[in-house]
């Protein structure tokens, strides 16, 4: 149909189109977004019939049966569908945007395999779009940076303390960096809420001084110290772990890295209407955002490379260790 069209006015319905379904998923309330998709749906499929001049016949018996099975099944067909609809829109949202693009190319000589190819590149970069930053960091090396400085070992000797000194003792462990924001439907309370992206978090250091019987102290100041320095800004975040003896510096390490995205503080995960939820939503909840992450390319375990930096930088000497509060 799209291809009896002139260039023009394909790319005045195409950019419509993409005009109104932006518009509807950024703005329309969910609760009006569930009550009004399924009567589309089943209209729009009774208008294709039309179209294709079924009978009056086939057209209402079609009609009866989705009623019904709507009705016998307490309108499972209606809450999939929506389910389904809501995980797909945005990879319809790429694809859509990619043949607006692809209108505007000159590409009528080429063969259906190139355009094909076309298609593919185009949506691959449009579906991973602010993740094209990280990804081509990833590749060059730049976007996880861990930096160890070794000057010399701190010797812990039986009885003796560490001070631990904090600004967050809870530090990210564990995460893939390209995790997305996701939607969920609670069935009892017939509910939907946003999913976010998995960050394992812990009070690492502690965990693992008291595994290799190190006595440590929150409060107390002793001559030896672990220094434990936190800081995020929106998706980058810097940890700088430093050993220190008399405020001499023995060792540090230095990890900088992108998380995925998290919560907005303050903000429920049940706010269905919330922008920027829905903007991250449309942006990275998409077939080329799930395969780069489902390749575990920003897969990140900060765990092991604090516990070698520890082993390497502490020196234990015959302890068995206890813990201050």
């Known amino acids: ?43 729009s499929y009774l208008t294709y019939l039309t179209i294709k001049q079924f009978s009056g016949k086939t057209i209402f018996l079609n009609t009866l049966l989705i009623i019904l ?3 016998f099944t307490l309108g499972m067909p209606w809450l999939l569908s929506f389910i389904l609809f809501i995980h797909i829109f945005p990879t319809y ?36 779009n602010t993740n094209l930053l990280v990804l081509g960091k990833s590749f060059l090396g730049q976007d996880r940076n861990v930096n160890e400085i070794f000057n010399k070992k701190l010797n812990v000797k039986n009885k003796e303390f560490i001070e631990i000194n904090t600004n967050a003792k809870n530090i990210p462990i564990k995460y893939n ?3 997305f924001l996701s939607f969920g439907f609670n069935e009892g309370c017939m509910c939907g ?9 812990s009070n690492l250091i502690p965990y693992i001084l008291g595994n290799q019987g190190i006595a440590f102290s929150w409060t107390k100041s002793y001559d030896k110290k672990i220094i434990i320095d936190y800081h995020e800004t929106q998706r980058l975040y810097s940890l700088d772990i430093k050993i220190l003896q008399k405020d001499k510096l023995l060792s540090s390490l230095t990890i900088n890295d992108y998380l995925p995205f998290q919560s907005i503080p303050n903000i429920d995960r ?17 077939i080329w955002n799930a ?8 897969l990140a375990n900060n765990k092991k490379v604090i516990y070698d930096f520890l082993k390497k930088s502490i020196n234990i000497n015959g302890i068995r260790g206890q813990s201050l509060p």
């Open 1 to 43: 149909m799209l291809d009896k069209l002139s260039s023009k006015t394909k790319l005045l319905l195409l950019s419509i189109i993409l005009f109104i379904s932006l518009a509807m998923a950024l703005f329309l309330p969910a609760i009006t977004t569930f009550y009004i998709f399924y009567p589309i749906l089943v209209l």
């Open 93 to 128: 949202l790429v694809a859509l945007t990619t043949l607006i693009i692809m209108t505007l190319l000159p590409l009528k000589k080429y063969s259906i395999i190139v355009k094909i190819s076309i298609f593919i590149f185009i949506s691959i970069i449009v579906g991973l």
């Open 177 to 179: 960096k390209f995790d």
């Open 193 to 201: 809420y946003w999913e976010f992206p998995r960050i394992n978090r």
């Open 270 to 286: 049940k706010s269905l209407n919330n922008f920027d939820y829905r903007l991250e939503y449309l942006l990275h909840h998409n």
């Open 291 to 298: 395969i780069l992450y489902y390749s575990s390319l920003g």
């Open 69 to 71: 099975g709507t009705i």
